[in-house]
């Protein structure tokens, strides 16, 4: 498995290949103007509300090797536990991964072969772009942003969008996050994280809030710099805070299931 990004390309590829895109934005009424301070509070008092989730839906993956899709169940235990299924059409399991921020494990079902490894950026890989890290990833699957803990250095408004662009900004000058919001209850629309030297990490959109759960997207799509990876969700079930149990989160042994190393 020298390659864990090629591991989901391949397995999305059994099922269908296609290139989904995110519908255009709707136009959004016009609302009153709103304190940097009250857009911060408003976006921190949402966070910290979800605990856990479940979800289901449509899962396409763009890079370089494949454009793909497939379906996908999720379910995610905060700050960094997540079980990924991804079934073909018959709702066969073609793909299992499951990590605790510690350790990954990614099942094949076909093979009947579990593989098991330390939570490297390599082994994580088999479902999260590379440069995400898992608790970012499981808080931009619902929409809880920023993924800075402090406030924003400046708030700026987008003229005639009822939106704001929040920046973080590191001791050193360099941009380190920016979050554009948008309507009476701040919803977030897009992120960019950045890294050593402000150079962008990945990216991030979030559509159609509210259409599957109060205040949390239907869409997702999240695209790496490098390598260059688009992986998009469009949910068609979420369930906020579900009573998962460590069962719920555990991939299961099948009977005779060959246990393989990841390597670190």
Avoid: H
């Avoid at 499981?138 to 920046?167: I, W």
């Amino acid at each position: 498995m020298r390659s864990r990004l090629v591991i989901l390309v391949l397995v999305l590829a059994m099922l269908a290949g296609c290139r989904g895109t995110m519908p255009g934005a709707k136009a959004r009424p016009s609302v009153p103007p709103i304190s940097p301070e009250q857009i911060f509070s408003q976006l921190k008092a949402r966070q910290g509300g979800l605990t856990a989730f479940a979800a289901k839906g449509r899962i396409t993956l763009i890079s370089p090797e494949q454009n793909a899709t497939g379906t996908a169940l999720l379910k995610g235990k905060f700050p960094e536990t997540l079980r990924v299924d991804i079934k073909d059409p018959l709702g066969r399991s073609v793909l299992s991964f499951f990590t605790d921020g510690q350790m990954v494990e990614v099942l094949f079902p076909r093979e009947n072969k579990l593989f098991q490894g330390p939570a490297t950026p390599t082994n994580l890989a088999s479902f999260i772009p590379p440069g995400v890290k898992v608790s970012q990833a499981l808080r931009l699957m619902v929409g809880d942003l920023p993924l800075s803990s402090g406030p924003p250095t400046r708030v700026k408004p987008e003229p005639g969008e009822n939106a704001y662009l929040l920046e973080w900004v590191g001791k050193d000058g360099t941009l380190e996050e920016r979050l554009w919001v948008a309507g009476a209850d701040v919803q977030p629309q897009k992120e960019e994280w950045y890294g050593a030297g402000g150079q962008l990490v990945f990216s991030a959109e979030l559509g159609e809030f509210n259409q599957v759960a109060a205040g949390r997207p239907q869409q997702i799509k999240l695209v790496t710099v490098n390598p260059k990876v688009d992986l998009r969700l469009t949910y068609r079930e979420f369930t906020p805070n579900p009573a998962l149990t460590p069962a719920d989160l555990a991939i299961p042994r099948p009977p005779g299931v060959m246990v393989q190393p990841l390597k670190p």
